[in-house]
Structures are given as C-alpha cells and as structure tokens.
C-alpha cells in the first residue's frame, strides 16, 4: 500500500508535539525457529458476474493440506468484502480514529443495501459433508466434523453470493476514476495457520496474510468486459483483447468465461472494465507486461500511460539485479482507480496523476512489493515495517538513479519523516499489530519510513557490502515462504558474520532512540583527547570523522562491543578499540594538536538515525 497519510498526521503533530517517549514493548520478535513448515492450498473457483446487479454467485473447492505438525479442528476464511457494511470494524474505526483515512471517512456508514459489500457463504463442506459455519464481521468460523491430521489433506466445497460494494477503498465497483470492477480480497480466502497459530484477523485496515498454493479461476461476465489481473490466461484465443496469438474464436452468447491459472501464488486479484486499453510490452529476459487503462482517459493521461511502460521495465530489471529473479511471466499494471496496493503478479492503481506521481509515487513502490511482501511473504499485520519498509528501500534506491535524483544519500526524506516520528512523542513500537496504532499517521511513517531506515541504517552497521548480499540471501532462501524478522536478521548475522539481534530488538520492538554526543575535544601536550557520549538509549557502532585545518579528514571507526566484531573498512581508517554499551562515555587520544582540528563529526554520512544531530558535531 502507498503512504498516504503523512500529511495529516503534521498537521495532528503542529498541534500536539510533545517529548519522545521511550517506550519498551514486550513483544516476541518473530522467529520461525529451525524447522520450517508453512500449510498449502490450491483453489478452484467459477464465478458468475452480473454486471447489472454488482452481484456475483461463486463456488469454490479447495485442497487444504496441513503441513503443521499440529491436529486442526477449526478453520477461518476472510470475507473481506464484509467490511464495506455500516457498523463493520472498519466503519466504526474509521469514525472513531483522530486521522482517518480521508477514503473511507464516514463513506461506509452511509452505504444503502444495494451499495454494501458482502460475502454470504450458502454452503460449506468438508470431504462431501455440510460443515457448521458462522459468519462473525469479516471472519468466517468453521468448526470441522473430522479434524484434519497433520499431513493429511482436506477438501473444501462452497456455495456463495456476493456483492461488489460501491467503491470505498482498495476494492469495489465504479470508482472515481469510472473503473467498472476493482476485485481484490474478493473471494472467501483461507486464513493463514503458522508457527504463531491462526492469523484470522478480522478486515479493519489493513493488511493481508494468505496461503501459499494454486489457483485455478474461471470468470464468467459481460463478453465486452475486458480483465486484467493475477494469473496466466488459459483460452486467449477465446477471449482476444489483446490477450490472444492467433485468430480469436469466441463463443455464442452474451458471457465469456475467462480461464484464468496462477501457480505459487497467495492471492488472487482482477479487475475489470469496458474501457480498457490493453497494451504489452517484454523485459529483456524477463516477464511480459500488461498495462489496462481507460481508452475515455484526457489526451493527456494516455500519453502517461505510454510513457510509464519503458519506466516499469526499468524498475523490472533493477529489482531483478538488486533482489533477485522475478520467476512469473506475466506482471500486470492495471487502472483500479484508487490509491496503489500490491497484488499477486498485478498491481491496482490510480490511472490519472501525472507521470512522475505515477512512476514515482505508485509502480515503483508496488511493484517493488512483488518482492517485499509477495514472494518474500512476511505477514504485513504483525510486521508491516517489513513490507512497507523493505518495498520503500529499495524503491528509493531504484528511483535514485531511474528517474535521475542522483542524491548522495537518496534516503534522506525517509530518515527526515522517522526523525519526525521519534520526537513527536506519538510513536509506537514497529511491532505493534497493523490496525491497533493510536493514529494512522503513526503507522504510516513506523511502517515505511521507520521500516526503510531499518534497511538503510544496516548498511552503516553491517558495510553496504553486505547488506546487498543480505538482501540476495534472504530472496534466495526466504522467497516463497513466510519469513519473521528474525528469519531476516539472521540472514544478515550469516552474511556478516556480527551478532544483530541487538539490533532487530531495539529498532523494532521499542521506541528507543540513538542519540551520539560530541562531548569535549581537548588538549593534553602535543596529543589531543576526544570525548563522546551515549545519550540515547539504543547502541550503535560509531563512524567518526576528524577535519583539520590543513584540509584533511581521517576516518575513524569504534566498535559497538554487543556486535563481537566489525564491519567491513577500507584501510584509510583507523579502527579504535569496543564501545560497550553500559559505559555512558568514550575517550580515545589521537597523535594530533588541538588547534590543527577543525571539527570532529559523528556519522558525517548521516546514515545513523541519531534524533538530535546538533551535538554530533564540535
Ligand atoms: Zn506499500
């Protein structure tokens, strides 16, 4: 999901700035332990659209099989669609919150019958038998006539009837851009069940955590609709709109049915519309890209269009070189009318800002996420730093030098926005669950900006060196899976050879903050003695530069003790010996006088996040 909230929540801190708080969370971190198993399910779905009533009837089989080592006697499906209903969790929170999302506002208190969304399950079997279920909000519980072992698999047959809700957010129908149908988090979707148990969360926010598996869809609506969306089409040359290679035959009748297969894959998402234009263009050695927009767009927006394809490719193959392979075949970049949000193999997105809002603000942040939350499919509403943040990363990595920003430290807006954050006194641990933050604002800036720092800041802590090989390492062994942030951190430990949980610890699951001082530099004979102390309360290895009047600038480096060894340095710097935590202050001597010093500095590159950067520097 794009920011979007930043601007309110300066206007909520003008208001009420007050003194950090250092807050301790007693939170787990997250770890997967050594035995890694993660549950699998393949659907198959037939769905019939009518495009008249906004209502669609589905059934759906699913092959659930229990990879846990534990015995399940109960089972949870999303019904995400339920949430666009007046009196759901998401309306009265949206009421109830300071700084709503000004998308959802009051809107869905005011939805008439005819514009709510649901998902009414008529029927559900397990292994040919009627199940009890009951509906409670988003969450559908079902208690199961046979528990299902571990290893075994079992099969799931429903009947359902929804309906598309008048477009609120992320997903719906006939949205302010005019796209028809917007169709993500649509369908009776499987909860996760992982090493931390079930994760029914009910739909109040955000985010989303599913099943790795298959899925096997069939489409049925409007012959003159035309879809975009996850997966591989299966009859293209039964459909056309661009989508074919030979003649296009299609079928008698005022349907379609579109076939659609994506294999390895957690989510399913589409939309649809009369108007759009469908245009392709290759990666290099890559995927095939899909782009549908409104051919009813202004001149202008077209044009846009055009010109955002060579972008995408661009980010395509700079993701591909900096994470790793993207292994589908097909990435879809589709018109949805509201926001951005990442989906499996597509993205949804606003389809009528200007070209740099466009690349900039939206593809390269959601198609970032085919890593960062897809492939690499963390559980965005227990660590939504890890999503948002590692997405944010290395989207500003990317557009540094794609759109030509050529910025020494292309992140210095994310460390300004933290810094923000961490004076406010509104901040909360990044551990805090994803829809349970005082304020919206507050987890915007602790998921993306406070999450990318996490990545940029490990590169001053770990050598840049590494953490490119950390970011390699961890797609290699953790894509496909459900990686913790200790899954992540361990990686890093791994290609680093330092000791981090430190460091995973402190940044994520408090609000401590880092805060270096340049205490005193004073004379002592020919030699001079530099003095400096630990304000914050998080620890951090320190890069020290000396400038003197000469011209000159020597590097030091002092290492963080808990670490148990060093970065990485070139030989120009002098390497001094362990800071320890407990000891609030620092001295080393150097072979220089006083008056030939010109300044001593504190993390010249400004790659530590240290709140106060005034006493850095003497
Ligand atoms: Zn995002």
Known sequence: MKKILILALSIIFS?????????????????????????????????DMNVKSYQYQGKQTLVYTNNSPDVLDKVFYHLYFNAFQPGSEMDVRSRNIADPDRRIGNRISNLQPNEIGYIKVSSLKQNGVEIKHETVGTVLEVTLNKPIQPGEKARFEMDFDAQVPKQIRRSGRNNAEGVAFSMAQWY??????????????????????????????????????????TGYLQNPNEIGYGYESTEVKRAEGKKLTWHFKAPDVHDFTWAADLDYIHDKMQVPDGPMLHFFYKKTMPTENLQNWKDIQPKTVELMQFYNEHIGEYPYKQYSVIQGGDGGMEYGMCTLMLGMGTYDGMVSGIIAHELAHSWFQFLIATNEAKHEWMDEGFASYIEYLALNTIMNRNKENPFEYIYSNYYRLALSGREQPQSTHADRYDINGAYSIAAYYKGAVFLSQLGYVIGEENLKRTLKRYFDEWAFKHPAPNDFIRVAEKVSGLELDWYLMDWTQTTNTIDYKI???????DKTSITMER?????????????????????YYIPLQMMRGEKPSVDTTTVLSDWAWAYPTYSFSINKTRASIKTVTIDPKELMADINKANNKM
């Open 15 to 47: 208001l009420s700035c007050g003194n950090a708080n250092e807050i301790v969370a007693q939170t787990d971190s997250g770890s997967t332990n050594s035995n890694y198993w993660q549950q699998h399910v393949d659907y198959t779905m037939e769905i």
């Open 188 to 229: 009776p979707k499987l909860a996760e069940y992982d090493f931390q148990g079930w994760h029914a969360d009910p739909y109040i926010g955000r985010e989303f955590h599913g099943v790795w598996g298959n899925f096997d869809v069939k489409i049925t609506i409007d012959k003159n609709f035309i879809i975009g969306g």
């Open 519 to 525: 205490n005193a530099i004073q004379a002592s004979g």
């Open 535 to 555: 304000v914050g309360l998080m620890p951090m290895p320190i890069d020290l530069e000396i400038e003197y009047f000469d011209g000159t600038k020597e590097q």
